[in-house]
């Protein structure tokens, strides 16, 4: 198995564009969890999905960001209009069963 | 609100030196206590769940242990191959999803 594919592995982006993150989650996995991780919070848990349904987006910080689960195999975390604060590595993981996630390797978002 | 705090921030050891760290943790009941292990610019990854008080793991040089308050990983006789961040999360019970909240994590450094 691949594991948990992410892309981009870095992005740079000027401030106020927008920027979508992908996520393949492992196959048969039926939870998929976007995380961001910075040095001041370490990891938080921005919004779940359960068989492709948001269950809880409460960690999204504002508008601005916004996740779709269009299907088991494909997942998208958009920030529009970004700014350098959105400055993070952003992880998705998945799991089945609630045993444990799997993380990807993350993307590294920064915002100039 | 689930809590989880971990100490120290940063460790320093030598090779073949002993150590513990420490994961507190308050949950509205507890489902799981995860321990990830992290490398510089990789996702997490998972070592250990534990699931009640009075439970054990071990996986080569860790184990992990647990209390109704506490986790500790022990690190018998490091290397310097053991340098990594450390991360202790909890899944509350009662929550069908798996969501997990994680502590800031141990910097482990191993000197040879």
């Known amino acids: 198995d691949a594991g948990v594919i992410q892309s981009p592995r870095h992005e740079v982006t000027e401030m106020g564009q927008e920027v979508t993150l992908r996520c393949k989650p492992i196959?048969?996995?039926?939870?998929l969890f976007w995380y961001r991780q910075t040095m001041m919070r370490g990891l938080e848990l921005l919004i779940y999905?359960?068989?492709?349904?948001?269950?809880?987006d409460s960690g999204m910080p504002e508008d601005r960001f916004s996740a779709k689960m269009p299907n088991a195999s494909f997942s998208t975390l958009k920030i529009q209009p970004s700014e350098p604060r959105d400055s993070a590595v952003y992880f998705c993981?998945?799991?089945?069963?609630?045993?444990?996630?799997?993380f990807g390797s993350g993307t590294r978002l920064t915002v100039v | 609100e689930d809590q989880v705090t971990q100490s120290p921030e940063a460790l320093r050891l030598q090779e073949g030196e002993s150590s513990s760290l420490n994961c507190s943790y308050t949950v509205s009941g507890l489902r799981g206590l995860f321990w990830y292990r992290q490398d510089p610019g990789k996702g997490p990854e998972f070592l250990f769940t534990l699931y009640s008080a009075g439970e054990e793991k071990e996986k080569e040089r860790l184990k992990a242990t647990l209390t109704k308050k506490e986790s500790f990983l022990h690190i018998t006789a490091p290397k310097p191959e053991d340098s990594a961040t450390y991360l202790c999360?909890?899944?509350?019970?009662?929550?069908?999803?798996?969501?997990?909240?994680f502590g800031q994590g141990t910097i482990l450094t191993v000197h040879p």
């Open positions: 196959s048969g996995h039926n939870s």
């Open positions: 999360a909890v899944m509350p019970g009662g929550t069908s999803y798996g969501k997990l909240t």
């Open positions: 999905f359960n068989n492709n349904v948001p269950i809880d």
């Open positions: 993981a998945s799991s089945t069963g609630g045993i444990g996630y799997t």
